[in-house]
C-alpha cells in the first residue's frame, strides 16, 4: 500500500512554510476533476490514519484538507488531530445550518476551519466566528469581489485571508497590499524579477566543486584543495560527515577522511544541495527543499528506468531545475556561468531528453496533475508504483536532508 498524495506549500507573509495543502488520491491513474468527493476525501484520512502518518508527509506542519458536507458529517475530521489538521470546507459546500452546527462543534473541539474558494454571500456571516481562514481563489476573483470579502470580515481580526493561486511576484505584492497574510500557489517558484548576479568566490567554489564531482573519476586531491579553501563549506562537510545517517567507527576530523567517508555518490548529493541552500539564502527554505525532493526523484526514478540515465547527472539535473527561482534570473543566464556538463545544460534549456522528461513528471506530480503524470511515466517506462514510492521518498529524504545541511 502506498501513500498517495501531492502536497502544495501554504507561505506566511515572509514566505516561510505554514502549512501544505495535501491533494489524496487512492492511486496517481484514478484522479480525475469529477472524482466524487465524498470517496477521495474518505480514502484520503484512511490513508494518513492508517498508511503514512500524516505529519511525516507535512513536516510536522499543518495540512489543509478539503472536506464535504457528508464527510464532515461523518465526523471523518476527527480522525485526525487538531495540531496536525486544518479543514478546508469546499467551496462546493452550501452554507447552511447543519453546515453551520458542524462547524460549531469542529471550533469548539479545537480545530481550525478554512473555506475554500470563498465567494462571499451574506449568509456566511454566520460561520465567521468560528471560521480562521478563508482562502481566495487569486485567478477567479475581481479586485472588487476581493475588497467586499474585505470588508466583510473586518469587525473579525481572528480570519486570516489566504490568497491562493498566487503565480506572479506582482500577485502576491498586490495580495499583501490588500491584506492577505497567506500564500498559495506558483509564484515562489518562478523568478521574481530578472536581473544579472554575480557569483561570490565562495559560490564559485562550490560550481567548481559541482564540475568536479559530475565527473567520472574524481580528483581527491583537486577536491580537498578547494575545501581548504573555504572555511565555512569545509565545516558543513564534516558537520555532514559527522551525522548519523552515516555508519563509522571513529569520528571524522579531517576533509580527505570526510570525503572518503562519503564516496563519489553521496559527495555529489552533497556538492548539488550545498550549491542550492547557499546560493541564495534570502529565498524561501521551501523552495530549497522543493528542489532538494526534485534531485532525489529524479535520480530515484533514473534508477528505474530502462535507458542508460547516469543517476548522479539526474539528480543534479533536478536540483537545478529551480534555479532560476533560486537565483531571480534566466535560467540560460544562470547555466551559462557554471562549468556543468552539456547535457545537463541542454535538459533544462531545451526541455528535451529523458531527463528533462523526468524533471516535467516531478512538476506534473506537484501541480496534481494525474493525466499528465501517467502519459509521462509512460513514456519513460515508469510504473506508477514506483513514480509514488519514488516521490514519497524523495519528499522524506529532502525534509530529512534539510536539517544536516542548512
Request: hydrophobic share 40%; aromatic share 10%.
Amino acid at each position: 500500500m502506498y501513500f498517495y498524495a501531492a502536497r502544495q506549500p501554504i507561505l506566511d507573509i515572509n514566505k516561510n512554510l505554514y502549512a501544505y495543502e495535501l491533494l489524496f488520491r487512492d492511486s496517481i491513474n484514478n484522479v480525475f476533476p469529477d472524482i466524487d468527493g465524498d470517496v477521495a476525501t474518505s480514502k484520503m484520512v484512511e490513508a494518513s490514519k492508517f498508511n503514512m502518518g500524516i505529519s511525516d508527509f507535512t513536516a510536522n506542519k499543518p495540512a489543509f484538507i478539503n472536506f464535504t458536507l457528508e464527510t464532515l458529517s461523518q465526523g471523518y475530521p476527527e480522525m485526525l488531530s487538531p495540531e496536525e489538521l486544518v479543514v478546508e470546507i469546499l467551496e462546493t459546500v452550501k452554507p447552511g445550518k447543519r453546515l453551520l452546527a458542524l462547524s460549531k462543534d469542529l471550533f469548539e473541539k479545537g480545530y481550525t476551519l478554512a473555506l475554500d474558494d470563498y465567494e462571499h454571500q451574506t449568509v456566511w456571516k454566520h460561520f465567521y466566528p468560528y471560521i480562521k481562514i478563508i482562502k481566495i481563489d487569486w485567478q477567479s476573483s475581481s479586485i472588487e469581489q476581493i475588497k467586499e470579502i474585505i470588508a466583510a470580515v473586518t469587525d473579525y481580526p481572528h480570519i486570516k485571508l489566504l490568497a491562493e493561486k498566487v503565480e506572479t511576484y506582482e500577485e502576491y505584492n498586490l495580495a499583501v497590499e490588500l491584506g492577505c497574510v497567506l500564500f498559495q500557489g506558483f509564484f515562489f517558484a518562478k523568478p521574481e524579477m530578472m536581473k544579472t548576479k554575480t557569483l561570490t568566490p565562495s559560490q564559485m567554489s562550490m560550481a567548481e566543486l559541482l564540475y568536479e564531482t559530475s565527473k567520472s573519476e574524481l580528483d581527491l586531491t583537486g577536491i580537498t584543495s578547494v575545501f581548504e579553501r573555504d572555511v565555512s563549506l569545509s565545516y558543513k562537510l564534516l558537520r555532514y560527515a559527522n551525522s548519523a545517517m552515516f555508519k563509522r567507527r571513529n569520528e571524522i576530523s579531517t576533509i580527505k577522511q570526510a570525503l572518503v567517508t562519503l564516496g563519489s555518490i553521496e559527495l555529489k548529493r552533497f556538492m548539488g544541495l550545498m550549491f542550492a541552500t547557499n546560493i541564495n539564502p534570502e529565498k524561501p527554505s521551501e523552495l530549497i527543499n522543493s528542489a532538494m525532493a526534485r534531485a532525489k526523484f529524479c535520480e530515484l526514478a533514473a534508477e528505474n528506468m530502462k535507458t542508460d540515465i547516469n543517476s548522479s547527472k539526474a539528480f543534479l539535473t533536478g536540483l537545478l531545475s529551480l534555479i532560476d527561482a533560486i537565483l531571480d534570473e534566466d535560467i540560460a543566464s544562470i547555466l551559462a556561468k557554471l562549468p556543468l556538463a552539456q547535457d545537463i545544460k541542454d535538459s533544462l534549456l531545451t526541455r528535451e531528453g529523458s531527463m528533462a522528461q523526468l524533471i516535467q513528471l516531478v512538476e506534473f506530480i506537484e501541480h496534481a496533475q494525474w493525466d499528465e503524470s501517467t502519459a509521462t511515466m509512460d513514456k519513460l517506462g515508469l510504473t506508477r508504483e514506483e513514480v509514488i514510492k519514488d516521490y514519497n521518498d524523495a519528499i522524506a529524504w529532502a525534509d530529512e536532508q534539510s536539517q544536516y545541511i542548512q
